[in-house]
């Protein structure tokens, strides 16, 4: 069973900078797909960045030039550099891994843009 433990939310203003950390049980050498989703209050969840072992990153049209999806292999953590955000970036961000064909979820963490 794979375990993943996201970290880095919290309150920020508008126009301000956020990196979430997502570290994982299993090695992310063998990931196939690594993503980051949100669910903001009253609204269903969406992907917000995605990236496959092959393949090239992919980010919804809203977070396109302000956001980051990376990852450290060494020591199994994917991250979302998050900039220039906005009061509707305000969400539980939840990463994903999906190792051997089966999808593994974060528990999330809270991300408030306000002033």
């Known amino acids: 069973q794979v375990q993943l433990v996201e970290s880095g939310g919290g309150l920020v203003q508008p126009g301000g900078s956020l990196r979430l950390s997502c570290a994982a049980s299993?090695?992310?050498?063998?990931?196939?797909?690594m993503g980051w989703y949100r669910q903001a209050p009253g609204k269903e969840r969406e992907l917000v960045a995605e990236?496959?072992?092959?393949?090239?990153?992919y980010y919804t049209d809203s977070v396109k030039g302000r956001f980051t999806i990376s990852r450290n292999n060494a020591n199994n953590t994917m991250y979302l550099q998050m900039n220039a955000l906005k009061p509707e970036d305000t969400a539980v961000y939840y990463c994903k891994g999906r190792w051997y064909g089966t999808d593994y979820w974060g528990k999330g963490t809270l991300v408030t843009v306000s002033s």
């Open positions: 299993e090695s992310l050498f063998s990931i196939d797909i």
């Open positions: 990236s496959m072992r092959y393949g090239s990153n």
